[in-house]
C-alpha cells in the first residue's frame, strides 16, 4: 500500500497519535517538559489533519515541530523512550514527512546519542532510513549522518561494526544513486559549462547540482582517508582503516562508473587522487622479492612486507579501475597492467601470485576490453606492448610453475608465506608419486599437468567464460590464505582457455558479419567487386599477431603436461581455434605455428619429421622477452604418462626402432582431423604440415590406400613391428573413414584452397619419393593414394587441378621405387579413365580442349623408362580404347602417340600389349578416326615394324601397314575430301598467321601424301637390321606400288621415284657397304642359317638384290608414265648409278642382280603404253636373260666367297674422244624441252632414247671397266707377311689382308651379255674409241681368274675343248661387232683391224695366259695341276685358255678370209699381226700348254698365208708388207726348229704325224715363196735358205733310244729340206739373177754345212779312243756323207755352166776331210762314207792345160 493514500496517511496520524500518546506516557513522570511537548504534538496533529487537505504536505510542512516530541524523547537517553522516538521518527521518515530543519535536528539528535554510545543499531538504522527514503540531506547534515556510522563502525562491538559497516556501504550507496537519479531528472536540461579542467577546489565544486556535490565530497574523502590524510567534509572521523576505504572506494567505482565518466570533476579525482593512491599503496608488493624479506643485507632499509587485505583490495580496485574507466586512464592503466604481469612473477608470494592470476583471469574473460588494450598499447608506436605481455606473462607463469625451483625444502609446506609449488619429488604428496609411476595402469584419476617429475593438479576454478575469483573475494581474511596445490594453475590455465574462447568468438562474429555483408553487397551489386571496410582487420591481426606466441608456448606445455582428457580436448580446442582464426585472417606463420604444435603433439615424442622441425626452428628464433624475462618454447617432455595405444615402425630413410603413439596422440590426430575437414579452406599452406602429420601416423597405424586411394587397415607389414590395442583396433575405421571424408569434403572447397591442398599433398609425395631412393622398402603411399582421391571427388572442376596433379604423378611414375610406381601409375590412369568417363558439362565431344588436356598425362607415361608403368599405360589405353573408342575424336593423336611410344629397351610383352592396342585400331577404328590422324597409323605400325625385340610382330605390322594401305585404296574418295577440307582450313589459317604451310611431302595433294608416308614407312622398314623384315617390306612395298600406284597423280609420281625409290636405293646400298662381315653362328634359337646367309653382309646382299630389281621393274613397267616427268633423263641416270655401283659391289650376288635389272630396263624398246608392255617386254635380243616371275633373278651359279675390299666409288663419268657428252647433253636439252611443255605430248622425239642407251652405254662401260680392273698389288712387307702368316697357320692364321676381290665368271658372263643388246641401241654412234673401250673390257673379262673353290664348277676338265660361257659371250659381243662391220657402211670397216688385234690378244691367252694384275695366279697348265685341295686357303685358279684362244684364232682366220683385201686391213698390217701372234705357239710347239695350240697356230698359219702371201705379193711395191717377211721368217725358224723337246711319251705315230706337218711348212715355202723370190725381200729369202740348210744336215736330240734312231732323226723332214735346197740351188732355167743368187747361196750353206761336221767327226773319233762316239754324232755324220752323195749326184746332173767356180772349190776341199774319216771304227759310217767318195771318180781327170773359147773349154 502506497505511503500517500489516504488509508495509509490515516493510519499515519493514527500511529502518530498513538506514539505520542506512549511518548507522553513514559515521561509524565521523569519528564515532564516531554510528556507536554508529546501531548502538544498531538493537538497539532489533529489540527493539521483537520485543516488540510493534503494532510502529508501540511506534516512536511510543520515537521520540525512533529519531530520535536520525539527528539526531547531520545534526549532523555531512556532507552526505552528512546527506541520509541526512534521508531516514530523512522515511521515519519518513511512516509517522507521530515524536512530539511527537521532532518538537521534528528541527526544532532543522533549525534548525541552516538557519542554516549546509546541503543547504536537503532541509531544507524534510522539513519539509513532517513538517508534512503528522501533527499532532503544535504552538505553538513549528509556529512555528520555519515561520519556518525562511520565512527560506529569503529566500536568494541562487532555487530555493531558490521552492522555499520554496512550502513557505511549503503550510505555510500545511496549518496551517489541520488546523484544519479539528479542526473536523470536534468538530462534534458542543457548543462552548465563544463568547470575548468584544472579545478582543484577540494572543499566543493560550484558547478555542480547539490546531490553530485555531496557524491563529489564523499568520494574526494575516502580517497583522503585511505590515505591517511584529514577529511575535508566528513567532519569529525576518528579513526580508519584503509582496507575499509579500498573497500568503498571500489564499490563507488563499480557500481557507479557512469558518474565518473559524464563529470569532468570525478574524472579528474580518478586520476589525480585514485590513481596516485593505489600505485602508492602498491609499493611494497614491488619492491618486496620473495626470499629478500627483512634485514637482508642487500637492502639499506628494511622493506615493508606486502599485506594481503590491502593488496588483494588494491587488485579488486585496479580491476574495477581496468573495466570501467580503461578509456579515461589509460597512461594509468598501463601502470596497472603492468604491475599485474610483475605481480605473476616467480618471486613473489604465492598468495600474490594468486590473487594477480586471478586478476588477469577477470581480465581475459572481457575480449572487448583486450581488443582495447591492443588498439591503446600494442598498436601505437613507442608503447608497452601491454596485451602480448599479459599472454605472455600467463605463458611464463605456467612455466615457471613446472621450473620453479622448491626452495622450500620441505615440498609439502605449500602454507609458508614464502610458499612454493608442491612437486611430485621424493617424500612429496601420495598423488603426486603415484602419478609420477602409474605410467602403465592405474593412471590417478584427478585430472591434472605433469611435466618432468612437476605433477599439478587441475581443479575446476570457475565456470567457463566467468572469472570467478576465490582469493580476491576473502575480504574477511588479514593473514594470506594458503594456496592450495594446483590452484595457481587451473586459474592461468581456464584463463588462457577463456582468453582464446573470448576473442575468437569475438572475431568470429564479426566476421561472420562481414561476410553476411559481402553477400549483401554481391548480391545487389552483381557485377562490382566488394571492398571489406579498410583497416577492419588490422586490430585483429595485430591482436593475433601479439599473443600467438605466448599462447602457443603455454598451449603445447599444457598440452604435452595434460594427463586429462578433457583438458587435453580443450587446449585443442584453443589450439584449433587460434589456428582456424588466423587462417581467416591470413597469418601464416601463426596457423602454421599452431597447426605445428598440434601435429607434433600427434605424433610420439621426438618424432623427426622435417616439415615440422624446420617450422619450429624459425619460431625458436623468435624470443618473446616480457619485461626482461623471455619465454621459452618448450620442448615435449619424452616421459608423457599416457596410455600407450599403438607401437609402429617410423617412416623414414632409415630403418630405426619401433614408436609408440599413445591416446593422446590418436586425439590429437582427431583434432587434425578435424581441423583439416572444418577449417581445410583456411589451411593454405598449412596443408603440408597436417598431411605431413597424417602421413606419418597413418603410417604408424599401419593404413595403407586400396582401390581409389582410400586407406585400410593394413597387414602388419615390416614384420610384426606394428603392434596395436583393441581401443585403437575400433577407432581406425573410423579414422580411415575420417581421412576418406576429409579429402571428399576437397569439393567444397574454394579453387585456391584446392591449389592448396594439390600442392601439399604433391610435396608430400616429392617427400615421400626422396625416401623411397635407393631402398626397396615400402614406400609411403599415402599422398599418391590422397592426390587420386582428391581428383576423383574434383571431377566437375579437373581442369584447375589437372596439370598439377598429374604433373606430379608422372614424377611419381619415375621412381625407381616400384611400389611407388605402381601407385603412380594407378592414380594417373584412373584419373584419365575417371575423367574420360565423366559426364561432363559441356559433354567431352564439344569440349575438344578438356579431352585433350585428359589425354595429355597418357602420352607424358610414354617418357617413362620403366616397363610396369607402360605395361599399365596400355592397359588403360586398351580400355579406353574398348569404352570410349568411337569418341576420341581429336585424341586419336595423343593415343595413336602412346601406342607408338615404343622402345627396343622395354622388352616384348610390353610391345606386344601396345601392338595389341594397333591391331585393334586398325581392325575397328580406322572408319572412327579422323583421316587427319591416318598418317600417325601408319607412322606408328610403321614403329611396330621397326622395333627390334619380336620378329613376329615386326612382320605382322607389315602386314597392318598392307591391310591400311587396302583401306586407303578401297576409301579413297571420301579420305580424299576430308583431307583436302581439312588442307584448305589450315591453308586459310597459315595465310592468316602469314605464314606457309609445312608439312611432309609438301607439293603433293593430301592424300597422295598419305600414300607417300606409307611408303616412304615402308622404306624405312625395307633397310631395317634384320633380313627378314627387309625382305617382307620390300615385297610388300613394290607390291603396294604395283597395286595402287595408279591412284597417285603424276606429279607425286616424281616424289616416289626420287623421295622413295631412290632414297630407298640410297640407303640400302650404304647399309650394304659398311655391312659386317662376321659370320653369324645360328639365327637364334635353333635354326640353321645357310652359308649364303651367314654373314650380314650377305643378308643385306639379298635386301640390295630385291630392292634394285623392285625399282628397276617399276621403271620397266611405268616407263610411260614416268618418261612424262620433267626429268625422266636424270632419273634414267640415277637409276643406272645405283645398277653400276650394285654391279661393282664386292658381292657375287648384288652384282650378278644388277647386271640383270639392267638387261630388264634395256629390253624396253621404246615407251609404249601400260597395256602394251607385255606384248613389247620379250622383243628384245635373244642374249637378255629374264627375269622369273616374282622379279627376283635366278642365282646363276653357285656364290663365290665373300669379297673384302670396301665398296667402290663411283668412277667419274667416261671422257670420250667424241663429243659424246656433248651428244648427251644435246640429247637431254631435246627431252627437256618437250616434257616441259606439259602431258599433252604423247610420244617423245625419237632422239630421247638414244640419250638414254648412250647413258647406258656410258654406265655399262664404266662397270665393265671398273669390274675388270685387277686389284692393286699388296706393298712387299704386307704381301711378305700374308704368305709367312699362310705358310705358317696352314691360311688360318692371322692373316694381315684379305684376298683381294675379283668378280666372278656369271658376272662377268652377264656384263658381257649385255653388250649385244645395248649394242643395238648404240650402234649408229659406236666409234673407234668404243671400240678400244669394248676391247679393253672384254680383255679384263676374259682374264679374271677364278677363285680356286669355284673352279670345279665352272672349268671344264683340261682335256675338253670346251668354252666357258663367259668366253662365248666375249667372242659373240665381238661377233656381233663383225658383223654390224659387215653389213655396216664403208667408214665402219676402219674397225677390222682392232677387231683383229683383240682377237689375236686372245689367240696369245693359250700360250701366255693374261696376267690379272699383279695377282698370282696358279697356272691350270695341265691335268696334272688340276686336283684342287680341299679346305685349302682359295688361291686364284686361271682359266684354260686354250680353247678360248684357240676358238679366237679360228675367228681370226675365217675373218682374215673375209676381210684380208680391205684398205684397213693391208694398211693396218693386220698379216704381219697375225704372224707375230701365231709366232709365240708356234715357237712353243711342244711347251704349248695344249698340244693342240701349236698344230692349230700352224693350220692356221698356212691357211692365212694361202691368202695373204698373193695380197702381199700384189702390194709388194707398196712397201706395206716389208716388215711382215722378217716377222715371217722368224715364225718358220722357231717353229721349224723348236727349242722346246718332245714329251717323253710321245708314240712313234705322233712324232711322223708331227713330222708330216713341219714338211707341210717346208712345202709351203718351196711353192708359196722361194718360186716368187723376186717380189720378196734378198734378206728373208737368205734366211729361208739358211733354215733349209740346217734342216737338211739335222742334229737331233739325245733322248731317242736307238731303236728309234731311224725315225726320231726326222729323215723326211730333212730330205725336204734338202731337196728344196737342191732344187733351188740348180734350177735348170735362171730365169732371174735373184733365182741364180738363191742357188749359190743355198749350195754355199750346204757345203759349209758339211765340211765343218766332218772335221768335228774326226776329231772326236781320235780323241775318243777305244770308246764309241755318241749315238747321235754317228748319226749325224751318216746324214752328213749321205748328204754329200746326193749333192755329188745333183750336180753330175747339173750344167755344167750352171755350176759356180767357188762351188767346185768347195765340193773338192771335202775330199781330203772324207779321206781322213776312213780310219773310222763305226761299220754304218764306213758304209756311208764308201758311198758319199764313189762320185768323186767322175770329177778325176788328169790336168789340162787349155783355154776356153766362147765359154766352153
Known sequence: MSTSSPEAVKKLLENMQTDLRSLSMECKKKFPPVKEAAESGIVKIKTIAARSSDILAALKENSSEVVQPFLMGCGTKEPKITQLCLAAIQRLMSHEVVSEAAAGNIINMLWQLMENGLEELKLLQTVLVLLTTNTVVHDEVLSKAIVLCFRLHFTKDNITNNTAAATVRQVVTVVFERMVAEDERFKGISDQPPPVQGNTNRRSVSTLRPSAKDAYMLFQDLCQLVNADAPYWLVGM???????????????????????????????????????????????NIKFRQGCGGGSAASPAPVEKPYFPICMRLLRVVSVLIKHFYSLLVTECEIFLSLLVKFLDGEKPQWLRAVAVESVHRLCVQPHLLRSFCQSYDMKPHSTKVFRDIVNALGSFIQSLFIIPNNGGNPAAANAPTGGVSVGGPGG???????????????????????RGTWIPLMTVSVQGSAKATYLEMLDKVEPPSIPEGYAMSVAFSALLDLVRGITAMMERELAREEAEAHDFREAHPQEEWQPPPGGHVVWEEMVSACWCGLLAALSLLLDASTDETATENILKAELSVASLCGRLGLVTPRDAFITAICKASLPPHYTLTVLSSNSANLNNKAFSIQGQSVQMISPSSESHQQVVAVGQPLSAQPQG????????????????????????VLGTSWQLVLATLQHLVWILGLKPGSGGALKPGRAVEGPSTVLTTAVMTDLPVISNILSRLFESSQYLDDVSLHHLINALCSLSLEAMEMAYGNNKEPSLFAVAKLLETGLVNMDRIEILWRPLTGHLLEVCQHPNSRMREWGAEAVTALIKAGLAYKHDPPLVQNQRLQLLLLNPL???????????RHKQLESVLQILQSQGDGLGPGWPLVLGVIG????????????????CLQLVVTDFLPAMPCTCLQIVVDVAGSFGLQNQELNISLTSIGLLWNISDYFFQRGEPITAELEREEATLQKQAAERGETLHRPFHPAPPFDCLWLCLYSKLGQLCVDPRPAVRKSASQTMFSTIAAHGTLLQQPTWHIVVWKVLFHLLDCVRRSSSTADKEKIESGGGNILIHHSRDTAEKQWAETWVLTLAGVARIFNTRRYLLQQLGDFFKAWEVLLDHIQSAALSKNNEVSLAALKSFQEILQIVSPVKDFELKAAASSSSSEVLATDAAGVPPTASVLIDPPSASGPGRPALLVRSDSMLERLTRYSDVHEAPAAGGEGEESAPPMDDSALWWSAWNTWYRTGTEATRPPPPPPPAAAAAASAAAVAGGGAGGVPEKPAFVPSQPFLTALVQIFPALYQHIKTGFSMDDLRQLGLILHGAVSTPISSDASPFILPSYTEAVLTSLQEAVLTALDVLQKAICVGPENLQVMYPAIFQQLLLFVEFSCKPPQYGKMETKHVANAKYNQIQLFAPAEWVALNYVPFAERSLEVVVDLYHKTSCHKAVINQKVLQNIIKTLRIPLGLKYACPSESTWKLAVSSLLKVLSIGLLVARQHASSGKFDPMWPELAHAFQDFLFTKSTPPDNLSIQEFQKNEAIDVEVVQLISTEILPYANFIPKDFVGQIMTMLNKGSIHSQSSSFT??????????????????????????????TPQEGYISRMALSVLLKRSQDVLRRYVDDERLSGRCPLPRQQVTEIIFVLKAISTLMDSLKKTQPENVDSNTWAQVIALYPTLVECIACSSPEVSAALKEALMPFKDFMHPPVTCTVHNGES
Open 429 to 451: 604428496p601420495v598423488q603426486g608419486g603415484q602419478g609420477a609411476a602409474g605410467t602403465g595402469g592405474s593412471l590417478t584419476t584427478q585430472a591434472a599437468f605433469e611435466y
Open 859 to 869: 602420352k607424358e607415361l610414354s617418357n617413362v623408362l620403366h616397363a610396369d608403368i
Open 901 to 916: 611410344a615404343i622402345r627396343n629397351d622395354q622388352g616384348e610383352s610390353l610391345i606386344r600389349t601396345a601392338f595389341q
Open 238 to 284: 576518528t579513526e580508519m582503516t584503509r582496507t575499509f576505504g579500498l573497500e568503498l572506494l571500489e564499490s563507488v567505482l563499480n557500481d557507479f562508473p557512469q558518474v565518473f565518466l559524464q563529470h569532468q570533476e570525478f574524472s579528474f579525482l580518478l586520476k589525480e587522487r585514485v590513481c596516485p593512491l593505489v600505485i602508492k599503496l602498491f609499493s611494497p
Open 1602 to 1631: 736307238e731303236a728309234e734312231i731311224d725315225v726320231r732323226m726326222r729323215e723326211e723332214f730333212s730330205k725336204v729340206c734338202f731337196e728344196t735346197l737342191l732344187q733351188f740351188s740348180f734350177s735348170n732355167k735362171v730365169s
Open 658 to 681: 619401433t614408436v609408440v603413439l599413445t591416446a593422446k596422440n590418436i586425439q590429437c590426430m582427431r583434432t587434425l582431423l578435424n581441423l583439416a575437414h572444418c577449417h581445410g579452406a
